[in-house]
């Protein structure tokens, strides 16, 4: 009797130019997933068809705004393939303008999108660069609104690499919930859905025996469980998701971003982190992303 065929899991990574889908692409080949880049989309369906000729079960596409023209029908695609059992998961990789526009630069890269002729001042390259990336992001919203999105703006290769193996390994079900603490001092992800300000509650930065720990540590979670301020942050938080995601998970929301800011990310939007994804876990598929510590552990 021959084995049983594998469903096949399709990831589908687009992004803003210069975000970092080569990094994506690279970490999905590190797990074994068969990988093109630039994929035209007129080719996708025929590309899947062979790949199931050829029982390929792990297969990772990068999609961009080269191919900008037939982009649109992309998500009836996607639609279609689920439709046939197969897993589809899209990550969209998203940076800041300013951050793009530095990208570009400091690599003499051209805009996919940029006009062909060149300019004799840097104020016409600067603002030429700027139009191409409004640009992009108008033609790619569709696709973003359908993904779960990572915003590479400030974390390094490593980290964005670590950010897809986790997405990667989360259970395909039809919500997944992301918990990311951050500090504001490094500006609020692109990505989150709703941003939490925690930084009114008590800061165990201030106590000389916690100020270099995390709210992973023990003591830190000590002192915070203690102060009624940061429980009813944590009380009103949950309450507030509870109550929305299963309208959200109804109108087909796939991913939901939830980013908890503090000073320093460190100790306040760590420890609700950790206590939300605790809370949500047993119904909800989720993830957890700690910006500000995974960014130290990469130096």
Not at 13 to 30: N, W
Not at 58 to 87: F, H, N, Y
Request: hydrophobic share 40%.
């Amino acid at each position: 009797m021959p084995p049983p065929v594998k469903k096949m899991h399709l990831v589908l990574i687009t992004g803003m130019s210069g975000s970092g889908k080569s990094v994506a692409l690279r970490a999905l080949e590190d797990l074994g997933f068969y990988c093109i880049d630039n994929l035209p989309p007129e080719l996708l369906m025929p590309l899947i068809k062979l790949e199931r000729t050829n029982q390929a079960d792990q297969l990772a596409i990068a999609m961009d705004v080269r191919s900008a023209a037939s982009l649109p029908q992309v998500p009836s695609q996607l639609a279609q393939l689920k439709t046939q059992g197969m897993q589809v998961d899209c990550l969209f990789l998203d940076a800041s303008t300013d951050t793009l526009m530095r990208r570009f630069s400091e690599t003499r890269r051209r805009h996919p999108l940029s006009k062909s002729e060149t300019h004799d001042h840097d104020h016409d390259q600067h603002r030429a660069l700027a139009e191409a990336i409004d640009l992009e992001r108008e033609l790619l919203s569709e696709l973003r609104d359908q993904a779960h999105v990572i915003d590479s703006s400030i974390i390094r290769p490593t980290q964005l690499q670590s950010y897809v193996k986790s997405f990667i390994d989360s259970p395909g079900d039809p919500l997944t919930l992301v918990f990311e603490s951050f500090a504001f001092k490094r500006g609020v992800p692109n990505d989150a859905d709703f941003v939490f300000d925690v930084r009114m509650l008590p800061n165990p930065h201030y106590e000389p025996g916690l100020r270099d720990l995390t709210g992973c540590d023990a003591p830190v979670v000590d002192f915070l469980q203690q102060q009624a301020d940061v429980q009813a942050m944590l009380t009103q938080i949950h309450a507030f998701l509870d109550h929305w995601l299963d309208a959200m998970a109804r109108n087909h929301r796939s991913y939901v971003t939830v980013a908890i800011g503090c000073t320093g990310g460190q100790h306040r939007s760590v420890y609700l982190v950790e206590q939300l994804n605790a809370l949500f876990a047993p119904r909800w598929s989720t993830l957890k992303r700690h910006r500000e510590i995974a960014a130290r552990q990469t130096y």
